[in-house]
């Protein structure tokens, strides 16, 4: 069975910086698309950013982009999302996914999820 675990969530000042991981099992991990998502409370899952199998190509949303930085490590089969200067409204449950989609910014092409962090931006 497909397992995604996030870590790395957390309180963290407003300006501060955090890096989420996300361990993948059982998926053929250097061939998938994986991406990062957020769900703020009473808002949609928002797409963060994606990465290529390879790693070779990124996108990112435009409100993180400069502030956030996806990579891979397909050695260790592990993602990470390092955040920036982070802002209040980045609060939210932080989502890693895996999908066969090239760079996808859709939440229903990705076939894998995992359980969710939490990063909780404090002024």
């Known amino acids: 069975q497909v397992q995604l675990v996030e870590s790395g969530g957390g309180l963290v000042q407003a300006g501060g910086s955090l890096r989420l991981s996300c361990a993948a099992s059982?998926?053929?991990?250097?061939?998938?698309?994986m991406g990062w998502f957020r769900q703020a409370p009473g808002k949609d899952r928002e797409f963060v950013g994606a990465?290529?199998?390879?790693?070779?190509?990124?996108r990112s949303a435009d409100s993180v982009r400069g502030r956030f930085t996806i990579s891979r490590d397909n050695d260790m089969n592990t993602v990470y999302l390092q955040m920036s200067s982070l802002k209040l409204e980045d609060t939210a449950v932080y989502y890693c996914?895996?999908?066969?989609?090239?760079?996808?910014?859709?939440?229903?092409?990705?076939?894998?999820w995992g359980q969710g962090t939490q990063v909780t931006v404090s002024s």
């Open positions: 996914a895996a999908g066969s989609t090239w760079l996808s910014k859709i939440a229903t092409d990705y076939a894998y």
């Open positions: 059982r998926v053929p991990f250097s061939r998938n698309t």
């Open positions: 990465i290529t199998g390879t790693g070779s190509m990124k």
